[in-house]
């Protein structure tokens, strides 16, 4: 079992919606990242928080609204999402962004948009 | 910019069968590198961390090695089981001062057949 949760695990919006996904570790890491990844591709880096504080943003287009409420939690909120955002969004945590410490990941969120 | 590569990108090998999966970078300037493991529609299953001043990492059955200087790593899986079929991702963490991410190859697609 995964120490990094992901939900939900599934997940079918219109482009219209507002929806959220949500990530929680309580392994008591300080980085948190988003990544996103199409069918077999591998993941693409979309977000880094280090100490709850944004600290890398790949270009991503803001319809992806990262928020990190606090040290364990780390949601993506989704707004006008394109058909092209269809992807497994895979969330990551390692002990300090600073360090040379391996990433965990959850199992993802597989989104599809309509 | 860093670019990982991966060989073979598709492997086929029937049960038993020792195997190198190969992984190549072109910048040396890495924090370390990280061996991965999905299975199909999951997340990255972490299985091997390598420091950049390190030379290999064992556990169980895999062994992983790392050469920074020509660029390259190879994971070594012996004795193989069909409970190892999967895509086996390698990943570098870049320094800080290069962005501090890790960038993925695009993996071996490992299927061992019983």
């Known amino acids: 079992d995964t120490e990094v949760t992901q939900t939900p695990k599934h997940l079918v919006m219109g482009m219209t919606n507002k929806k959220s996904l949500k990530c929680e570790q309580h392994?008591?890491?300080?980085?948190m990242y988003w990544y996103k990844q199409k069918a077999k591709k591998p993941p693409e880096l979309m977000f880094v928080?280090?100490?709850?504080?944004?600290?890398i943003n790949e270009s991503v287009p803001s319809r992806f609204s990262p928020e990190c409420p606090n040290s364990s939690l780390l949601n993506l909120h989704l707004h006008a999402l394109q058909p092209e955002d269809s992807a497994l969004y895979l969330c990551?945590?390692?002990?300090?962004?600073?360090?040379?410490?391996?990433?965990?990941f959850g199992d993802g969120t597989r989104l599809s948009i309509l | 910019k860093q670019e990982v590569t991966q060989i073979p990108a598709a492997l086929s090998v029937p049960e038993g069968e020792n195997l190198v999966l190969n992984c190549s970078f072109t910048?040396?300037?890495?924090?370390?590198l990280q061996w991965f493991r999905q299975d199909p529609g999951k997340g990255l299953t972490s299985l091997l961390l390598?420091?950049?001043?390190?030379r290999e990492q064992t556990s169980g059955r895999l062994n992983a090695s790392l050469d920074k200087s020509s660029g390259r790593s190879t994971l070594y899986i012996a004795a193989s089981q069909p409970g190892d079929s999967a895509t086996y991702l390698c990943?570098?963490?870049?320094?800080?001062?290069?962005?501090?991410?890790?960038?993925f190859g695009a993996g071996t697609i490992l299927r061992v057949k019983s």
């Open positions: 392994m008591g890491h300080r980085a």
């Open positions: 928080y280090s100490y709850e504080k944004l600290s």
């Open positions: 910048d040396s300037a890495i924090y370390n």
């Open positions: 390598i420091q950049s001043s390190q």
């Open positions: 990943a570098v963490r870049l320094k800080e001062e290069y962005g501090n991410k890790l960038v």
């Open positions: 990551a945590s390692s002990q300090d962004p600073q360090g040379s410490w391996p990433q965990h």
